[in-house]
């Protein structure tokens, strides 16, 4: 899909990966309606980039918010070309130890409000004959990783949920995209619900420029999915399918025992 004189809607836009997909978006010559509920700091991006941004401060996980957005991004550039859902938030806890409450908040965020907006954003795409959804994963949710179920669940069903749109949309001119990016130097550790971060160390990350560019060139070739990870990454998620594959025995005792030595 074309970038240049395209308007993309991104949320997550105040920090992070969202931050930076708008930035990338700009310098390729789309217009960027950026969302997210900091107003200062989309306010201060929107400011970098200059005219062709618009900030629409808003809580995705409102019901008004998905008319806010759109209603905005029309009002600013007269139409939408795409919808990145960028926006989301961590949650640490053992299943049997999970509180029920805040699993509802890790659904609301990574899964209930995408779909909300896609709701409302794409008809508008369909109807124009071109668009694209491009939904932000996590490798976590095909991993299995104990003590993170809850936000791994709220992802693997935004996978399943991105899969069956893109396969509904077919034919319609409106691509589909999942991202699965990999640790990134971002405020992700820093706000995880349900654990405290305060004394531990972050896992090495990448900047998330990397990975915002990596997004952006498969808007541009129309990829299913981006992976983009660091190579011990790969490595590891690698392994990981292998023993899930073949020694399916193993790798639950080997992660089972990682898990009770923390």
Excluded at 22 to 37: K, S, T
Excluded at 45 to 53: K, R, W
Excluded at 72 to 94: C, E, K, P, Q, S
Excluded at 227 to 237: A, F, K
């Amino acid at each position: 899909m074309q970038i240049a004189d395209h308007a993309f809607v991104v949320t997550g836009a105040s920090s992070g990966l969202g931050r930076e997909i708008a930035r990338v978006l700009a310098d390729a010559g789309a217009r960027v309606a950026l969302v997210a509920r900091r107003a200062d700091r989309l306010a201060e991006l929107a400011e970098q980039i200059g005219p062709t941004a618009v900030a629409i401060p808003a809580d995705v996980t409102t019901a008004e918010a998905p008319d806010l957005v759109y209603t905005r991004t029309i009002d600013a550039f007269g139409r939408v070309d795409g919808l990145v859902n960028a926006a989301g938030r961590g949650m640490a806890a053992d299943v049997l130890a999970m509180d029920l409450d805040t699993l509802d908040e890790s659904f609301e965020l990574n899964f209930v409000a995408p779909v909300r907006l896609i709701q409302r954003i794409v008809p508008a795409l369909v109807e124009q004959g071109e668009g694209v959804v491009v939904n932000v994963s996590s490798p976590t949710s095909q991993m299995g990783l104990p003590g993170i179920a809850g936000y791994a669940a709220a992802k693997a069903a935004l996978n399943a949920l991105t899969v069956a749109l893109r396969r509904e949309l077919l034919g319609t001119g409106v691509h589909v995209m999942l991202v699965f990016p990999g640790v990134m130097k971002t405020e992700y550790y820093e706000k995880i619900m349900g654990a405290d971060t305060s004394a531990e160390e972050p896992p090495p990350a990448r900047d998330p420029a990397e990975v915002a560019r990596a997004v952006v060139a498969g808007i541009v070739a129309n990829r299913r999915e981006v992976w983009s990870l660091s190579g011990r990454e790969r490595r590891g998620l690698a392994t990981m399918r292998f023993l899930g594959r073949f020694a399916p025995g193993t790798l639950d005792r080997g992660l089972g025992r990682a898990n009770r030595a923390e």
